[in-house]
């Protein structure tokens, strides 16, 4: 009996054997005939499909490059923001630098003009690949590297200012001598994570970063520090750019004009406060200046609206400062810097801003730095005596001279 019951249990091992051999065998050719028809059916797809390969799109790139850069200045101006000269010496310079070199299939021009096209319009990587003909990749790849290359020439971008001198016939400046221009800090919107957006928050309600600038009489940026929460004051983020290594850098016996949101300290002049000051207090009908401190707010408004003519133009050139973008924020606050930057160049290169009519309707290499020894420049920003008795009078002076004009006419 023992040997029939372990044969019985040795055939019904062997059966099962058999069972799982067939089974696997069976769920092999299943396996087999289903990847034969997947091929088939792609086989079919990809016979429907026009092949469409780099060589095929290589001509429509170039009519499109040729609309952008090499039919009038018009089209150059509306879709890159500058003149096709302005932009040819960009590339020049990109080129001779050797800071961005030509691919095999990317020339400079296209580069620059797909990183140029996503500052003035503020176009997504979906957009931009689809106009210039090219993958998501290769957009996000190059306008990472224009961006790196803009801001490595940002010594040469960033104009050193000059003093007023005496023989100023400005009329707005001519009264403020050893001035270097005016200072201010603007607000622009950026996208942050959820547990950062307290921090960035202004006092508008807005997800914004504080970005302090300065500028010449001539609308040109001399330094920009972006990066700063939304809701860090004025003065804060001066009080860090005046004592950062290689920051803001303000010699002695000069200035820049600032508003009340900075103390009148050393290098840095502000307005009386309490008194009128804003230029539409100061519009066709108001009353004339009736003493010095009203007479100095008047000139001093008129000549630090510089600033904000220059933020405004720059936010109509770039509109990606019109809005947060989707970028990650160190990429953002990069991108902040380069507006900066070429906005300067474009000030420089193009004899004629076509903005500066939009606006008036509207109502440097820093090796020359180490010169001087740290003691030669401006660094605090709390509020002295002897600064406002330099306040005070340049207002005596500013006064005196309009009433020797006033007897002299008459």
């Keep these: 009996m023992d040997r029939f019951a372990k044969l019985d249990k040795y055939l019904m091992v062997l059966i099962e054997d058999i069972m799982r051999k067939q089974q696997v065998a069976r769920i092999s050719i299943l396996g087999h005939i289903i990847r034969r028809l997947n091929k088939r059916r792609k086989r079919r797809r990809l016979q429907n499909v026009l092949r469409y390969s780099i060589l095929d799109r290589m001509p429509a790139q170039i009519r499109h490059m040729n609309r952008l850069v090499r039919v009038s200045d018009t089209d150059c101006l509306v ?106 800090g603007t607000f622009i919107n950026v996208l ?71 103390a009148n300290s050393l290098g840095f002049l502000t307005p009386y406060r309490g008194v009128r000051y804003h230029l539409k207090e100061w519009g066709p009908d108001a009353i004339r200046p009736q003493n010095p401190i009203e007479l100095y707010n008047m000139r001093h408004t008129k000549a630090r609206n510089v600033i904000e003519r220059a933020f405004a133009v720059l936010k109509m050139r770039w509109g990606i400062l019109r809005s947060a973008s989707f970028y990650p924020i160190k990429v953002q606050v990069r991108l902040i810097m380069c507006c900066f930057l070429l906005h300067n160049y474009v000030r420089g290169e193009m004899a004629v801003d076509p903005l500066d009519d939009l606006i008036n309707t509207w109502t440097g290499d820093g090796s020359a730095a180490d010169e001087l020894n740290a003691n030669d420049y401006v660094d605090g920003i709390e509020a002295t005596t002897d600064w406002n008795r330099f306040r005070d009078d340049l207002a005596q002076k500013m006064w005196t001279e309009v009433w020797i004009n006033v007897d002299l006419n008459n």
């Design 79 to 184: 879709n890159l923001r500058m003149d096709r000269n302005a932009f040819g010496r960009l590339c020049g310079i990109f080129r001779q630098l050797g800071i961005i070199r030509d691919k095999r299939f990317l020339c400079i021009e296209e580069q620059v003009a797909i990183f140029l096209g996503v500052l003035a319009h503020h176009k997504k990587n979906r957009i931009v690949r689809f106009n210039f003909l090219r993958s998501g990749h290769t957009v996000s790849k190059y306008v990472h590297e224009v961006m790196a290359a803009v801001i490595k020439l940002h010594n040469k971008f960033l104009v050193k200012p000059e003093p007023i001198n005496a023989g100023c016939v400005d009329w707005r400046w001519k009264h403020f001598q050893g001035c270097l221009g005016a200072l201010d």
């Design 192 to 262: 942050v994570r959820g547990e950062h957006k307290p921090k960035f928050r202004n006092r508008k309600g807005q997800i914004t970063t504080n970005t302090l600038a300065a500028c010449d009489r001539h609308m040109r940026f001399t330094y920009v520090l972006p990066g700063w929460e939304g809701s860090a004051g004025d003065a804060r983020v001066l009080r860090n750019a005046i004592t950062r290594p290689n920051g803001f850098r303000v010699p002695i016996g000069n200035y820049y004009l600032c508003d009340n949101c900075y």
